[in-house]
Every structure is written in C-alpha cells, then in structure tokens.
C-alpha cells in the first residue's frame, strides 16, 4: 500500500508536524509492505534542517526524520518552500531531498491513501 503524508506546519510552535512525523513512524514500524512518502511543504521544509538543538526531552524533528529515512520512508521537501526560506540541499537530513510540485502530484495520484497535517 501507498501513502503519502503532507506536512505543512512549522517544525515547532504547533504540534502538528510532530505529530505528524510519529503516526509516519509508527506506520512504518507496524503496517508491513508500507510505502510511505512524507512531503513536507510550506513552513515544515525546516523541520529537515541539520543541527537541530532542543531542550532534553523535548521532541527533536531532525532525529524524527532521520528515523523515517532509516525505516525505508522516503522524505521530499518542496524546492520552491526551500527557496522561499532560503533552506539549502546541503543543509538537510541525509536521505531527505529536494522534490517538485510535479513530483507531490504523480505522488498524490499514485497513492491509496493521501494524509495531510
């Protein structure tokens, strides 16, 4: 099964792609067969940002990601959300990667179920 997750929110300050990022892990832990693609768009291209420092204890949306990347989830950012908040390929999570409106919309119709946060 195909799903695909967009995620539009900051990556902190609301809870939405945090909690996004954890139904991602979850279904790639528990659901096998899964292909899972999360499409981060708008403010939520910085939650691939390397470097991320937050409190101990708190959610860290970098460690997230590289989780996603490391259960065979593929993470595509949008280039022109990039460009907008002049967030270079260089400066995101490994794995992760610079995508396209065109390629959210063959995404979009190629999956089952489409999810957005």
């Known amino acids: 099964m195909k799903t695909l997750m967009i995620l539009n ?16 892990l979850n279904l790639l832990q528990k659901a096998e067969g899964l292909e899972l693609t999360v ?10 940002k390397v470097g991320q ?33 002049a967030l270079r390929e260089e400066e995101v999570v490994a794995g992760c990667r610079r995508s396209s409106l065109d390629e959210l919309t063959e995404a979009s119709l190629c999956s089952d179920r489409v999810l957005v946060f």
């Open 9 to 24: 929110d900051p990556p902190y300050g609301t809870e939405r792609t945090y909690n996004g990022l954890r139904l991602a």
């Open 39 to 48: 499409f981060l768009m708008g403010d939520a291209v910085g939650s691939a």
């Open 53 to 85: 420092q937050t409190p101990s204890g708190y959610y860290n949306l970098e460690r997230m990601l590289k989780g996603v990347v490391a259960r065979k989830g593929r993470v595509l950012l949008c280039g022109t959300c990039m460009d907008a908040r």
